[in-house]
Structures are given as C-alpha cells and as structure tokens.
C-alpha cells in the first residue's frame, strides 16, 4: 500500500510540475497578446482622433468653400446682367456680331499663326485676307465703342466685375483643393483604424484562448498538489502505525524483564544500576 502511494505521489508531481511549466508558459503568452491587444488599441484610438481633426478641418476649409462659391456666383450674376444690358445697347444702336475682345482674340490667333507656321503663298495671302478683315471690323468696333460712351461704361464694370469673380474662383479652387487633401488624409486614417481594430480583435481572442487554456491547467497543478497533500496524510498514517506496531512488542518485553527483576528484589536479590534503569524505563 505504502510503494502505492509513493508511486502513485511521484506521477502526481511530475504531472503538477508539468502543468505548472506549460501554465506559466500560457500565462506569459497571455501577457504578450495583451500588451499586443492594449497597443493596437491605443493606436485604433490615436487614428480614430486624427481622423476626427481632419473631418474638422475638412468641414471648416468646405465652409470657405461655400463661402467663395456664393461670392463667385454673385458676382457672376452681377456681371452677366451687365453684359445683357451691354448687348440690348448693341441690338439697339445696330452693333450686332462679335464683341471687340472676341476680335482682338482672333487677330492675335491668326497673326501668331502667320508668324510661327510654314504657309504657302495662297494659304499665306488667305491669312492675311482674314486679318486685314478682321482688323476693320475691330476698328469700327472701337470707334463704335468710343463713340458710345454708357455701353464702354457698362463694359468696362462688367469686366471689372467678372474679373473680381475671377479672383473668388481661384480662392474657391485653392480651398477646394486643400479640402480634398483633408478628406484623402482623413479617410485613410479611418481605413488604418479599421485595420489595427481588427489585428486588436484577433490579439483579444488569441488572448482569451491562451488565458482560459492557462486557467485550465492552473486547475490541474490545484488538484494534483491536493492529492499529492491527501497521500502525504496517508502515508504518514501508515509510517505513523507501522511505528506503534514495531514499538509494542519492545515495550511488553521491557515490562516483562522489570517483573522479574523486581521478584528478584523482593525475593532478597541485589540490583544493579542497569537493573534500576530498565524498572525506571519500565514504570515500576
């Protein structure tokens, strides 16, 4: 019974120690996968608050954008009811056909032409033709204009203006485009939050498994040293008995000895100091 329980404690300790090793080998994989969880998320939130700035700063740059819009489309109306006013001027003084800018355009189109492409000499008299042609009706244009001082007014503030709505048109662009770089900017910060959620996700349940897998064989290293603690008590029982069983037969001898010794002494006999000893150990 007793080389049982032996044999049966030392497999308990080899399986308490092994459950100990791998416990502690879980429980520091645990640790690892948290630390891994706990940064990615640390990262999720930082992305997730950059991206929210550059949602602000996006709406804040579309309201400039808004803002430059109106001014452009105001203006633009203004102009364009100057240029109606200026071509019901034209319809009624008989000054119908293109307008003197549009003129000055075409002259300088077909005079660049002249001066830059290899012509023949029909093509280079046709070119010529059509400037010289085109620069009467520019000069009549101009005469017209000058001559009529309320339409040249008219025109000159409607250019005034629509140059003006130039200007809000490139402030407009400007703002639209920083806009766009804030709304880029803040979408990939929302993908990369995205991204480092889900690594988190997997980290947590990694984390979990190696944490329930650890806590299982904690149990196992509780419940052997329990049993290692049981048969300890039962061996000590029985070394304790096998003891008190040896001790017995020892003990009714010396009783049996220190009888007769002490008939010796009544009976007239000397004793010796070992005779006194074993009826001292004896009790009598």
Do not use: C, W
Not at 162 to 168: L, V, W
Request: proline share 1%; charged share 40%; aromatic share 4%.
């Amino acid at each position: 019974m007793l080389k049982e329980l032996q044999k049966k404690r030392t497999d308990l300790k080899a399986i308490s120690e092994e459950s100990k090793e791998k416990r502690n080998t879980l429980n520091a994989e645990a640790s690892a996968l948290a630390a891994k969880r706990n940064e990615l998320n640390k990262k999720t939130k930082d992305l997730i608050n950059e991206a929210q700035e550059l949602k602000d700063s996006r709406d804040e740059i579309n309201e400039k954008v808004s803002e430059y819009k109106n001014k452009r489309d105001d203006t633009n109306a203004k102009a364009n009811e100057l240029f109606a006013k200026a071509d019901s001027i034209r319809k009624q003084n008989n000054m119908g056909g293109p307008s003197i800018k549009m003129l000055r355009k075409d002259i300088d189109r077909l005079e660049f032409a002249q001066q830059t492409e290899v012509l023949s000499t029909s093509k280079e008299r046709e070119l010529v033709g059509k400037i010289t042609q085109l620069q009467k009706q520019y000069h009549v244009k101009k005469v017209q204009l000058e001559n009529n001082v309320e339409l040249k007014d008219i025109l000159d503030e409607a250019q005034q203006i629509r140059d003006e709505a130039s200007e809000y048109h490139k402030e407009l662009a400007e703002y639209a485009k920083q806009a766009q770089e804030f709304h880029e900017k803040m979408i990939a910060a929302f993908k990369e939050a995205d991204r480092t959620r889900a690594e988190s996700d997997i980290a947590h349940k990694d984390f979990v498994k190696a944490q329930e897998a650890a806590d299982e064989q904690h149990k196992i290293f509780i419940n052997a040293q329990k049993e290692i603690r049981e048969i300890d008590k039962e061996v000590f029982k029985l070394k304790k008995k096998d003891k008190d069983g040896k001790g017995r037969p020892a003990k009714a001898e010396l009783q049996k000895d220190a009888k007769d010794i002490f008939e010796k002494f009544k009976g007239g006999a000397k004793l010796t100091t070992e005779d006194l000893m074993t009826l001292q150990r004896s009790g009598l």
